[in-house]
């Protein structure tokens, strides 16, 4: 937003995070943003404050906060989301207008829209879903594929459009596409994307566990079919499955709302969606079973990938981290490594082994798995790392490395889904 050339002032109740933004470190790795925040810092346009008073004044309030699954629930935890509307209420002025991106079940924007009304009748509340992946947050941020308005309305002639049309002046000349909705709409826009790209992972792996049986190559089918422009090759990547802070979450919590809407029906194939997502994880812990001869009982296994994704430091429900936990409950000796997430990893699995050197991870390892794809993984040289394993077996849990490659230079390679 400051780099589009708006005032923006950026609160947050932990100390740490405002600490860290004020001196324009970003308290997660995420590529880019680093330089954005210190280009933006010498514009003077940016602010950080833990202070919910100084919001008083802005015309735009944005709502940011997490909605993680609850615990020992399906449904979303809206704790956050609900401090920061009621806090900010006593800030709000006339004709000021609140804007929500959090990821909520269909239902919150209405209530919340009631809650402003009382406080404040002339603002405005707009629901606008975040649709940036982590990883590429700054040039999704900057350059979106289409923004989504929920007004009360859905009118186009609602105040609060003109509004947030300036406030992404910039984008929209582009060409950034916009669609102004209602409110449920607009919530559901999000929670229906985030269901297809699940489904569509939940898909492709199911078509891997086809493939195993078959004899067939999943990656081959996921090119054949993805020419298919109605089908599309994107998240067509079968491997070890989904993870991170939001999709799985929020799959969950959709299945939960719909109950609550007396729609549960209408997702059971979400339910079936988590499961094949999550019998990837007991899968790949099977085949290296089968790597290790049939034990893993004292078998060194190197694990490389701890973030859920490459090129973030993020490992909340990372499958990586899941089979490494399991990998080690059933008596494997793990070390991961990664390049950027192994002190997030270390907090949520003190129990495993972390070496943030390649090299020295793979020293006198029984079987590789490759987990999370990062750039310098899927270069790994053969021919090097033969040198240092005990046994050279390697799993690939993301389909990334030549396997004909690897196996010329002597390795017991494995696909998922492949031959
Ligand atoms: C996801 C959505 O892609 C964003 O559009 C959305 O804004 C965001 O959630 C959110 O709700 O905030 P993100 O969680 O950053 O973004 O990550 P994705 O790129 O969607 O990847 C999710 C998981 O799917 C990763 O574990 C990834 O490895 C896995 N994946 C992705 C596959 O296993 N196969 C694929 O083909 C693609």
């Known amino acids: 937003m ?36 210190r280009e933006v810092q010498e514009t003077g346009r940016l602010s950080f404050t833990t202070d919910l008073a100084a919001a008083a004044g802005s015309a735009v309030h944005f709502i940011c906060v997490g909605t993680p699954q609850k615990k020992g629930e ?67 941020t900057l350059h979106p594929d289409r923004f989504v308005y929920g007004v009360s309305d859905g009118s186009e002639d609602h105040p609060a459009v003109a509004v947030l049309d300036e406030v992404y002046s910039s984008p929209l000349a582009s060409g950034t596409p916009r669609l102004v909705t209602d409110h449920p709409t607009a919530e559901l826009v999000k929670t229906a994307a ?16 086809v493939c195993e049986a078959a004899g067939a190559d999943v990656t081959q089918l996921a090119d054949a079919i993805g020419m298919d422009d109605r089908i599309g090759r994107k998240f067509l ?35 079936e969606v988590d499961a094949i997502n999550m019998r990837r994880r007991s899968r790949v812990v099977e085949l290296t079973r089968d790597l290790c001869n049939g034990s893993l009982l004292g078998k060194r296994v190197t694990v490389l990938g701890a973030a859920f994704k490459p090129e973030s430091d993020d490992v909340r429900d990372s499958p990586a981290l899941s089979i490494a936990a399991q990998l080690q409950l059933q008596g494997a000796v793990v070390t991961v490594s990664d390049p950027k997430a192994l002190s ?21 390892a029984d079987a590789l798995l490759l987990l999370t794809e990062w750039q310098e993984y899927r270069d790994l040289d ?28 002597g390795w017991n390679y494995r696909g998922l889904g492949r031959p």
């Open 74 to 140: 399906n449904g979303a935890d809206m704790t956050y989301v609900d401090a920061a509307a009621t806090g900010l209420l006593p800030y709000l002025s006339p004709n000021d207008v609140v804007v929500g991106k959090s990821t909520v079940p269909v239902g919150t924007a209405s209530r919340l829209a009631e809650l402003l009304q009382a406080e404040q009748p002339d603002a405005h509340l707009v629901w606008n879903p975040e649709f940036l992946r982590e990883g590429h947050a700054v040039a999704d």
């Open 382 to 409: 053969p021919y090097a790392l033969m040198e240092l394993v005990s046994a050279p077996r390697i799993l690939d849990g993301r389909n990334v490395l030549d396997a004909a490659k690897w196996r010329s230079a």
């Open 2 to 37: 400051a780099k589009l050339g708006h005032e923006v002032v950026g609160i947050d109740v932990d100390v740490r995070k405002i600490e860290e933004l004020s001196a324009a470190r970003a308290p997660f790795y995420e590529p880019g943003l680093e330089d954005l925040l």
């Open 344 to 364: 997030n990893a270390a907090r949520r699995f003190p129990e495993l082994n972390y070496e943030a050197d390649t090299s020295a991870a793979a020293e006198g």
């Open 237 to 271: 990547n079968a491997g070890i499955g989904f993870g991170g802070g939001c999709l799985p979450k929020d799959i969950r919590a959709f299945m939960a709302r719909a109950g609550e809407l007396g729609a549960d029906q209408a997702l059971t194939f979400l339910r």
């Open 194 to 209: 985030n269901s297809f790209l699940a489904t569509k992972i939940s898909f492709i792996n199911a078509m891997a566990e």
